[in-house]
């Protein structure tokens, strides 16, 4: 069975650019998350979907990060503009519809903004 | 308020030591996970527990749901097992709460 797929791997961006992050979950899972992870700190979740539908956003910063989940299967993340602080490495993970305690987690996108 | 707190921060140890990462929670929770992230920052799941103990390979974890505390245990150690081990819970609801991770390096 494929993994969660991530790309890029690395970016490097200067300050106030748009950066756009991909994800492609494992086939057949409904939950998708984008998790923020801080050098130092644990993951912070951004935006959890279930199937193309919003379930929390409650720490997204959503005067420039957005994120879209159109058909209910791959993800786009997206920062505009980006600040310094924006520098993390940004994990995608996915569940299976109906057990939502398992979490598989993607190679993630390492973000460093200059 | 859902904590999660990791012990110690850091921790160092020759390679054989038998060594022990905390995980400590403040209220009840539905399951614990632990994590391990490499350098270039994927994450691996470890273990997935609501009670009791699991072994896999040299990897234990134990988890006393009354004193709300679970502990991973790594037997033999080995540098390879140099990584960033991060406990998550699970309240009621469907979202996550990570520890900030504990940063082992295995010396040869």
């Known amino acids: 069975e494929a993994g969660v797929a991530q790309s890029p791997r690395y970016k490097i961006i200067e300050k106030r650019q748009s950066v756009a992050f991909w994800c492609n979950p494992i086939s057949g899972h409904a939950t998708l998350y984008w998790y923020q992870q801080i050098l130092g700190q644990g993951p912070k979740l951004l935006i959890q979907f279930q199937n193309n539908g919003v379930v929390d956003d409650s720490q997204l910063p959503k005067d420039r990060f957005s994120a879209e989940r159109l058909k209910g299967v791959d993800s786009t993340l997206k920062i505009q503009p980006a600040k310094l602080e924006d520098s993390a490495v940004y994990l995608c993970?996915?569940?299976?519809?109906?057990?939502?305690?398992?979490?598989?987690f993607g190679p993630g996108t390492r973000l460093t903004v200059t | 308020k859902n904590e999660v707190e990791q012990s110690p921060q850091n921790l160092t140890a020759q390679e054989g030591e038998f060594i022990t990462i905390n995980c400590s929670y403040s209220?009840?929770?539905?399951?614990l996970h632990w994590l391990q992230q490499h350098p270039g920052g994927g994450i691996v799941s470890l273990f997935m527990l609501s009670s009791g103990k699991k072994k896999h390979g040299r990897l234990i974890a134990t988890i006393n749901i009354q004193e709300k505390h679970s502990s991973l245990h790594i037997t033999a150690s080995h540098p390879r097992d140099s990584a960033v081990y991060i406990c998550a819970v699970r309240y009621t609801g469907n979202q996550f709460y990570f520890g900030t991770g504990t940063s082992l390096t295995v010396i040869p």
């Open positions: 993970a996915s569940s299976p519809t109906g057990s939502p305690t398992e979490q598989y």
């Open positions: 209220v009840g929770i539905s399951a």
